[in-house]
């Protein structure tokens, strides 16, 4: 809205529950990715019958997360990145509301520049450099087994 001195002002509109537009399409957003991932693993257990909870996950987290753990140094379109943490369960959801992982990264050119999301891994990613200490393989399967054994994998393929 533009007043007579010709100054735009931005207005926000609430909804009734308090959220702008922007973050309620996020919200939804978030909440939308927590079902298809819910819907993953649940596809995962019916294709594999005897796999537990904790290996659907090690698996679904193996190819969302793929080779970056702490530590790891890679190349996306948006820039070069240092992932700093890699937070599983409730961890996680104190970063990001319905997820069950998240990274935290910085930009290896300009420090300050962090971000907290959980894009998967795709083909155009490069590693550029990872720890030699650490196996991706166990490091996903440790995040699995730790939310299966706090029962939370159960209960949300059942969701």
Same mark, same amino acid.
């Given at each position: 809205m533009q007043d007579r001195t010709g100054t735009v002002e931005s207005? +926000? +509109?609430a909804t009734p529950g308090g959220l702008s537009p922007e973050d309620l399409a996020l919200t !939804? $957003?978030?909440q939308t990715n927590r079902r298809l991932e819910l819907d993953r693993i649940a596809a995962l257990k019916a294709d594999s019958p005897g796999l537990t909870d904790a290996e659907a996950y090690r698996r679904l987290f193996e190819s $969302? !997360?793929?080779? +970056?753990f702490e530590g790891t140094i890679y190349r996306d379109a948006v820039g070069t990145w240092e992932v700093l943490e890699v937070l599983f369960g409730d961890a996680a959801r104190m970063r990001l509301p319905n997820t069950s992982w998240v990274l935290v990264e910085r930009s290896i050119f300009d420090h300050k520049d962090r971000r907290v999301h959980r894009f998967g891994w795709t083909q155009k990613h490069t590693v550029l450099m990872q720890p030699a200490e650490f196996d991706v393989t166990a490091h996903a399967a440790e995040a699995a087994s730790a939310l299966a054994a706090r029962g939370l994998a159960g209960m949300a393929v059942q969701a």
């Open positions: 207005t +926000r +509109r !939804i $957003a978030r $969302a !997360i793929g080779p +970056r």
